[in-house]
C-alpha cells in the first residue's frame, strides 16, 4: 500500500545534538512538507518542496534544515540552534496541481523530545 | 493575511449528540479551498474533506455533514448522532492557491470528546 513512513516513532535528544527525521513516500507524489504540531497551536509549517533538489522555507524554519536528493525521501534536522525542539513532527505529500482531491497525505509522525 | 480560527478548544458531548464544529477563515484570495482533517491518538491525520471557494453547497458524508458560507466567511463541521470513535483532534485548513505551493494553512484545533 502507499503511504508516508515517519521514523523513528519517538525520538528523544540531548540539548546541543542535531537529529535527523526521516520521511518517505512511495506515492509519487511531487511536492513534500514538513508541520510541527504543539499544545494549542495546531501545525506550523517549517519546510517544504515542490520537486527534488529544490526547497522553500516555511513560517517557522529557523533552527531547521532539509534536503531532497531523491522524490522519496524529505528528511528534517533538528539542529541544536532549535531553541524548543520538542513537538510532534508531521510530514505530508501531496501531488502537484488539482490531480488529488484528497489534499496532502500525512505520515504518522515522530515525537521528539529534548532531555 | 491568511488566518483560519476554530474558537472551541475542546467539546465534550455523550454519544449519539449531534455536535457542530466551528471554523472560519480570511483570505484575500477569490479562489481557495477549505478542508477538514480528523487526527486520533494515534497522531496521523486523516483527510475528511475538501471544498472550493465557487462550490456553496452544502455537502453530506454519513454522519457527517458540512456548511460552507462564504457570506460569513465559515466552514463548519457537524456530526450527527456521535460515536465513541469520532473522539478525535478535528483541524480546519484552507490553501490560498492550489497549484502554486499547495500549502496548507491550519486552524488550531478542536478537541472532540465523546462520551459512552
Known amino acids: 500500500d502507499g503511504g508516508i513512513t515517519q521514523s523513528p516513532k519517538y525520538l528523544f535528544r540531548k540539548e546541543g545534538q542535531n537529529v535527523t527525521l526521516s520521511c518517505e513516500q512511495n506515492l509519487n507524489h511531487d511536492a513534500m512538507y514538513w508541520y510541527r504540531q504543539d499544545p494549542g497551536q495546531g501545525l506550523r509549517l517549517i519546510y517544504y518542496?515542490?520537486?527534488?533538489?529544490?526547497?522553500q522555507k516555511g513560517d517557522i524554519a529557523e533552527g531547521y534544515s532539509v534536503s531532497r536528493e531523491k522524490k522519496e525521501s524529505f528528511p528534517l534536522t533538528v539542529t541544536s540552534a532549535q531553541k524548543n525542539p520538542t513537538a510532534f513532527y508531521l510530514c505530508?505529500?501531496?501531488?502537484?496541481?488539482?490531480?488529488?482531491?484528497?489534499?496532502?497525505?500525512f505520515g504518522s509522525g515522530t515525537r521528539l523530545t529534548v532531555v | 493575511a491568511q488566518k483560519v480560527t476554530q474558537a472551541q478548544t475542546e467539546i465534550s458531548v455523550v454519544e449519539k449528540e449531534d455536535v457542530t464544529l466551528d471554523c472560519v477563515y480570511e483570505t484575500r484570495d477569490t479562489t481557495y479551498y477549505l478542508f477538514w482533517y480528523k487526527q486520533p491518538p494515534s497522531g496521523e491525520l486523516v483527510f475528511l474533506i475538501r471544498r472550493n471557494s465557487f462550490d456553496e453547497q452544502n455537502e453530506i458524508s454519513g454522519r457527517y455533514s458540512w456548511n460552507f458560507q462564504k457570506s460569513t466567511s465559515s466552514f463548519n463541521f457537524t456530526i450527527t448522532a456521535s460515536q465513541v470513535v469520532d473522539s478525535a483532534v478535528y483541524f480546519c485548513?484552507?490553501?490560498?492557491?492550489?497549484?502554486?505551493?499547495?500549502?496548507?494553512?491550519f486552524g488550531t484545533g478542536t478537541l472532540l470528546a465523546v462520551q459512552p
Open positions: 505530508a505529500s501531496s501531488p502537484p496541481g488539482s490531480r488529488s482531491n484528497y489534499g496532502y497525505t
Open positions: 485548513a484552507l490553501s490560498e492557491a492550489w497549484g502554486a505551493t499547495n500549502k496548507l494553512i
Open positions: 518542496s515542490q520537486i527534488v533538489n529544490d526547497f
